[in-house]
């Protein structure tokens, strides 16, 4: 099969969707396809996977283009034109605000890619569930796994519980409000928060119980994870959160908001829909082996990256058959100029 993914920026980039959608790449080279990523931003071809940010690649003829979100650049720009492209679309629902979801989008794709209840809601509101079709993301096991050392490097010692929050310094993320709230809790915990950019002012200030980091290296977040005590995901809203799966390999329990991947994931972690239930689960938190045992096996059995290319084959083998490949429609490059 041939495939283009499309995205707002590729790996080497640091972030949960560059990290994805190069791990989904590279296991589809693994099993024989074909694979494009056309990014926005990126630093060339990777690991055995061309990369480009020429829109021209489009006039090749795909078994799928798979787009994920429609953040400005190139996934925007294919959603917009989804129905007159010669290959069909698959529109990943990653993002759950209103504004962020155009029903153009959702109408002119050729299908639609759900890993939550969240994306299904949107699409059967729309009026488009025969589109729908499980596209579940996951995590390199192996890559998730985090090295010891993160405490020593950072000087916090072995005995103190360590809550651990990660992620880019993005305003969805609420790293300042999570800190205003754990510095409000009981105790002598610390919260450690992680970032690789700050442009949207929205790292913490250091306090004596929180602990704001820039870690543009991964293997510093996933010796992070392996060693905190517990995970918090504080983001009103996520397409996934990634995080929790590698928290859940790593064997660190969580806790997060309603949202994304959580609300998938509950029976493994611990949920909130109001700050006052967060500072309660901080304030009580024990960990539950047995919940943490069926966690990780669950990851292991439901989300890794091989089920989400498993989950993509099927998808191509759904098409209609009006948008299959002997149907195709060619057109202009010109087009996009």
Request: charged letters at 20%; a neutral charge; glycine letters at 8%.
């Amino acid at each position: 099969m041939r495939f283009c993914f499309v995205v707002h920026r590729a790996a080497p980039f640091p972030g949960g969707t560059e990290v994805f959608m190069q791990a989904m790449a590279e296991d589809a080279v693994a099993r024989g396809h074909s694979v494009t990523i056309l990014a926005g931003q990126h630093q060339g071809d990777l690991n055995g996977v061309a990369v480009t940010s020429d829109m021209a690649v489009l006039d090749q003829a795909f078994d799928m283009i798979v787009v994920h979100g429609s953040s400005d650049g190139p996934p925007r720009r294919v959603l917009d034109s989804a129905a007159t492209l010669p290959s069909p679309v698959l529109y990943m629902l990653v993002a759950h605000y209103r504004h962020h979801i155009r029903a153009a989008h959702l109408r002119q794709a050729t299908l639609l890619g759900w890993s939550t209840p969240m994306d299904q809601q949107i699409i059967a509101r729309a009026g488009h569930t025969a589109k729908a079709t499980r596209l579940r993301h996951g995590i390199l096991p192996a890559a998730a796994l985090g090295a010891p050392g993160f405490r020593a490097k950072y000087g916090i010692a072995p005995d103190r519980q360590m809550f651990l929050s990660c992620g880019g310094y993005w305003p969805n993320k609420r790293m300042k409000p999570l800190a205003k709230l754990f510095d409000a809790t009981k105790g002598d915990a610390l919260l450690v928060t992680t970032g690789y950019d700050n442009r949207d002012n929205a790292m913490p200030r250091a306090s004596d119980r929180v602990l704001p980091l820039m870690l543009p290296d991964r293997s510093d977040v996933t010796s992070a994870i392996a060693e905190a005590d517990c995970y918090l995901m504080h983001s009103r809203d996520e397409g996934f959160g990634l995080v929790l799966l590698e928290a859940m390999m790593n064997e660190t329990p969580w806790i997060s908001h309603e949202t994304g991947g959580a609300t998938v994931l509950q029976d493994f972690g611990q949920i909130y829909r109001q700050d006052a239930d967060l500072i309660r689960m901080i304030e009580g938190f024990r960990p539950d082996p047995a919940r943490i045992a069926a966690a990780r096996a669950h990851a292991l059995q439901e989300y890794t990256i091989a089920r989400t290319v498993d989950d993509l084959e099927q998808a191509v083998r759904h098409v209609p058959e009006s948008r299959s490949p002997a149907r195709r429609r060619w057109w202009s490059f010109a087009r996009w100029w």
